[in-house]
């Protein structure tokens, strides 16, 4: 039976979330249960995407990327994948009509990552809209479930918060990413002599997101509020982490928040739910 099939897809990306990311996890562990595997599933999917490009250095990623966009569209139009990550996709896609524009924006930024880019100011907008923003796009249509306006109205928000997100991984990563991967996201910046004038304009750009995002998180359904709030709390703390290092600092290893601490923010960011002071 099929309905087996799919209960294992939507475990296989659950496990998959477990995986990556604690934060994520745990912010999704607080959305309303009937939103919770629809957000595995969109996170499954991006994170395999990911893989693909950042960690498959002994394949041709091009060729496993084709093959990947391939069969995302394929399974949306069949409504059934033999992979359990794109089948349990394919259900999220069509059950809450996800815009496939946001898939393939998506991908195209997957696809800037298999090529040494130099990134303009166009090219790093252009790649953070597709890598970040519209995951907050397909989240969102998850979370207003079919509400055209309320969506509409957070649209922009959401927006931000994926682009706040994803500056944060920017530079918590900037070190694996420059020496490993070789790659330069941020745009008019020599990251082989990072200052921390550079690194101060870049912060203030992410705050400038952050601040509009939170306009966004409070007005979100009672369903998803809580969730998106607790995974906005872990970035701001890991980009006040970010900011109180050095430009040399950050380029020398990744910064991380402990878990005993995520743990703390959690129970933090569940008192202000219930007082309501988010």
Known sequence: MKEIFDKLSAQCSKMITKR???SFSLGIYFLDERLRHPIYSIYGFVRLADEIVDSF??????????????????????????????????????????????????????????????????????????????????????????????????????MKLGSAFQKVNFLRDVNADYYTLSRTYFPNVNLSAFSNIEKKIIEQEIEADFKLALTGIRQLPSSSRNGVHLAYIYYK????????????????????????????????????????TI
Do not use: W
């Open 20 to 22: 990556y990311s604690t």
């Open 237 to 276: 703390n890991l980009f006040n982490k970010i900011k109180s290092s050095t430009a040399e600092k950050v380029m020398s290893g990744r910064i991380r928040i402990s878990n005993a601490h995520k743990f703390g923010l959690m129970f933090d960011s569940i008192i202000r739910y219930k007082t309501n």
């Open 57 to 158: 250095h002994d394949y041709d990623k091009v060729i496993l990327l084709s093959k990947f966009k391939r069969d995302c569209f394929e399974a949306i139009e069949d409504g059934i994948s033999l992979n359990p990550v794109l089948n349990s996709f394919q259900q999220v896609v069509n059950k809450y009509h996800i815009d496939k524009e946001l898939i393939e924006l998506f991908l195209q930024s997957m696809e800037m990552d298999l090529k040494q880019e130099y990134y303009t100011p166009e090219k790093y907008h252009q790649y953070i809209l597709g890598s970040a923003q519209v995951v907050g796009l397909m989240c969102l249509q998850v979370f207003t479930e079919g509400d055209k306006i309320q969506y509409e109205k957070l649209k922009d928000s959401a």
